[in-house]
Each structure stands twice: as structure tokens, then as C-alpha cells.
């Protein structure tokens, strides 16, 4: 396993630790960050899911400049997307930060483009992230990063910067996905 693989399976691993430090409750106590009152645990929760975010920068970031692009990669990188962006709206509507009919709707997306991966896999086509992809996956991360910061620095403006981030999120995740569906159409199409 390459450098970049191993970033990426460093993001699934990450993702227990983050669900972990959000769900159980270890009365850190409350800190101001920004001026937005928040308990610690969020913090911090907060910071784990963004490293483990910024993992997916560096590890395809390595894998194109090293020429490391493997089948096991462009497989292995959505797949960590989904799962810890997954993880964390699940905690977001635990905590009452988000709407369960987005989460359900970015989630059921995720689910759709991952069954589409494995019949393109069947005929032996393994597509990677497009830039329509690549934009969804980072307002997804923005927004429920924004979400578990409780929304500080926008606070203080009185802007509500995570609810409407949610709002491009989940615009980008649709048409993200509908594009995917459309570009590769043939594979639902084509019979056995």
C-alpha cells in the first residue's frame, strides 16, 4: 500500500476517535471560541474532523505529484469521503445542529453514486472524483465544520455562515450526483 492509500485509510481511522470524542459524554466543560459558547468535546471534535478532512487534500495531492494514482485509491479516497462526512451529519442531527431531511438527502446521494461505482466496477471501470465531486465533498466539509464550530466567527456578524453552508452543500450534492448519473448513464442501461 502506497503513501497516499495510507493517508487515506488514516481519515477511516479517524473517524471513530471523532465519533467517540462528539457522542460520549466526558464533561471537558464549555469554552468561548469566537465569541460562540461551546462544550470542549465539540472543539475538539471539530478539530479531529478537520485533519482528518485535510487528509484528503494531501493524500491526492502526494498521489498526483508522485504518479501514485492507483485503482485502490481512486476506490479507497470517495469511500473515506463518505464515511467520515457521513459520521458526522449522523452527529449533527444527534446534537440538533442539522435537518434530518439534508442528511438524508446528502447521504441517500452518497449511497446512489457508491451502488453506481460498483456496476461501472463489473465492466471493469474505476471513475474517479470529477471537479463537480471534488467542490460537493468540500462544501460538505465547510458546512459541517462551520456546524460543529457552532458557527463562531458568523456569530458575531450575526450571519448564519453554517446554515447556508449546509444550504450549498447540499445544492452541490445534488447536482454532483444527478451529473454522475447522467456522464454514466450507459452502465444503467446497457443489459446483461
Request: charged fraction near 15%; avoid cysteine.
Amino acid at each position: 500500500m502506497n503513501l497516499p492509500n495510507k493517508i487515506t485509510v488514516s481519515r477511516i481511522f479517524l473517524i471513530p476517535l471523532f465519533l467517540i470524542v462528539m457522542l460520549v459524554d466526558f464533561s471537558w466543560g464549555e469554552m468561548t471560541f469566537l465569541g460562540a459558547d461551546m462544550p470542549v468535546t465539540h472543539f475538539v471534535g471539530a478539530l479531529i474532523f478537520i485533519l482528518a478532512s485535510t487528509t484528503d487534500w494531501i493524500d491526492g495531492h502526494y498521489a498526483r505529484k508522485y504518479n501514485l494514482v492507483t485503482n485502490l485509491g481512486k476506490f479507497l479516497d470517495p469511500l473515506a469521503d463518505k464515511l467520515l462526512v457521513s459520521a458526522a451529519l449522523i452527529v449533527l442531527v444527534e446534537l440538533g445542529f442539522a435537518a434530518s431531511w439534508i442528511v438524508i438527502v446528502i447521504i441517500s446521494r452518497e449511497f446512489a453514486v457508491t451502488g453506481l461505482r460498483l456496476i461501472l466496477a463489473e465492466t471493469g471501470e474505476v471513475v474517479a472524483a470529477n471537479m463537480l465531486g471534488k467542490i460537493k465533498t468540500w462544501a460538505q466539509i465547510v458546512a459541517i465544520s462551520a456546524l460543529l464550530l457552532h458557527n463562531t466567527i458568523f456569530e458575531l456578524i450575526n450571519l448564519p455562515f453554517a446554515d447556508i453552508a449546509l444550504w450549498v452543500a447540499l445544492f452541490f450534492t445534488i447536482w454532483s450526483g444527478w451529473d454522475y448519473f447522467y456522464k454514466n448513464r450507459h452502465a444503467l442501461t446497457q443489459s446483461k
